[in-house]
């Protein structure tokens, strides 16, 4: 299912190339290795026939889903695209809760899951790459 979220602009679901190529150029930014999920379900922002942004969300359990790969390229920031990804994982699922990782020092990320009700449980250490993490809940 696709919904046209303003004109010219639509969220759909993401073939598996869309997103690896956007989690690719998402990892390059971040310095890390970041790999495609073939559990979860993402969806792709389209633009004017190009994929603006994606995200992901993997349901954890019957309550639980994880929201990741959340990404928007450079020329597309600023104009709502993540928040509107966000909300539309979030509205189509309509899960109890939700969670996501977010880098510490990365401000805009924080902000959009703040926005879409998401609450900082603190930070943490990831025991794979060592970077600073905050945990986010939305329930």
């Known amino acids: 299912m696709e919904i046209l979220w303003r004109v010219g602009v639509r969220i759909r679901p993401a073939s598996r190339e869309e997103a690896e190529r956007l ?3 998402s990892a390059q930014e971040q310095g890390c290795s970041l790999c495609y999920d073939p559990a979860g379900s993402y969806y792709a922002c389209e633009e004017k026939k190009e994929v603006a942004g994606i995200v992901c969300l993997k349901k954890l359990t019957f309550y639980l889903g994880e929201i ?3 990404y928007v390229s450079p020329k597309y920031r600023r104009r709502g695209i993540a928040i509107a990804l966000v909300k539309r994982v979030i509205e189509d699922t309509q899960l ?4 996501a990782t977010v880098l510490v020092n990365n401000k805009a990320s924080l902000e959009i899951f703040r926005k879409a009700g998401f609450k900082e449980m603190g930070p943490f250490k990831s025991p794979i790459t060592g970077r600073e993490l905050y945990l986010m809940l939305k329930v």
């Open 68 to 70: 990741k790969h959340l």
């Open 96 to 99: 109890p809760v939700y969670m």
């Open 23 to 25: 989690i690719s150029l």
